[in-house]
């Protein structure tokens, strides 16, 4: 208690939507869900009011899901996790379940879109794919909107308003053409962070890289669960927003935020 005590005296006001309700709980953005054995970064505890907290419960369901179904790596792996993540899916959500009877014919053209090859070695309809439904966007994008808050207010030290302007889109980590996409937000991020925890190895559960500037205030990261989950992110004063649309576009980004020496 005295430990929350203290984090709301520090931190008294909800950093999620504008800064004008008064915070009463501690949020962990991105929520226990997310990792192995429910065990995240340190430090990435956020104010929050009891509505922020409690509005994106559902949100945390589908992005803790597919975090989960979307990283390939055996590290991050435990299979009685995923099995609670996908019943709590099929209670509460079941229209975002994954589809897990694609054609072979399904399977192929989504590698193409991905901008990936089949093994030789592997037949079509053997290859570990599943289809994401549309309904899934909406959750992964609003999660994504508050995780950008989170790290807005970590690298800033201050809480975007309601008018800031919040933008985020979603990838594979194994999506090339995605990640592609995303060179230009990657390559103007060179500020790296790494989830970490006194005493456990978080290996690579979760990181991420940024940029940011006072003036014009701009935040802008790509963040990524394992070797899964990609996020990119984007957080700029009103100001910042509308010179972006006046200059014509996303370019302006890169050469608004001066990376640092
Ligand atoms: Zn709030």
């Known amino acids: 208690m005295r430990k929350r005590g203290r984090f709301l005296a520090a931190h008294p006001w909800c950093c999620f939507c504008g800064g004008n309700a008064p915070a009463t709980t501690i949020d962990h953005v991105p929520a ?64 975002l379940l994954p589809e897990l009877n694609l054609t072979p014919r399904d399977k192929r053209n989504s590698l193409r879109l991905m901008g990936m090859e089949k093994p030789a070695h592997i037949l079509a309809a053997d290859l570990p794919l ?50 592609g996409a995303l060179e230009g937000f990657i390559s103007m991020t060179p500020l790296i962070v790494r989830g970490t925890r006194r005493n456990v190895g978080l290996g690579d559960r979760f990181g991420y890289r940024c940029n940011k500037a006072d003036d014009p205030d701009a935040l802008t990261a790509v963040a990524q669960f394992g070797s899964g989950l990609v996020l990119a992110m984007l957080v700029v004063s009103p100001d910042c927003k509308k010179k972006l649309r006046d200059d014509g576009g996303w370019v302006k980004v890169a050469e608004m935020l001066v990376p640092p020496d």
């Open 130 to 179: 599943a289809g994401v439904p549309k309904d899934v966007h909406p959750h992964l994008l609003r999660y994504a909107h508050k995780i950008a808050c989170a790290i807005y207010y970590r690298e800033q030290r201050r809480i975007a308003s309601r008018d800031h302007y919040v933008w985020a889109t979603w990838t594979q980590g194994t999506n090339r053409n995605g990640i």
């Open 32 to 95: 226990r869900t997310c990792f192995p054995d429910r065990v995240g970064p340190e430090n990435f505890e956020f104010p929050a009011c009891a509505y922020c907290q409690a509005a994106t419960r559902l949100d945390e369901l589908a992005f803790g899901f597919y975090v989960k179904l979307g990283d390939p790596s055996d590290e991050n792996f435990r299979e009685g996790e995923l099995a609670k993540a996908l019943s709590g899916l099929k209670n509460n959500l079941p229209n």
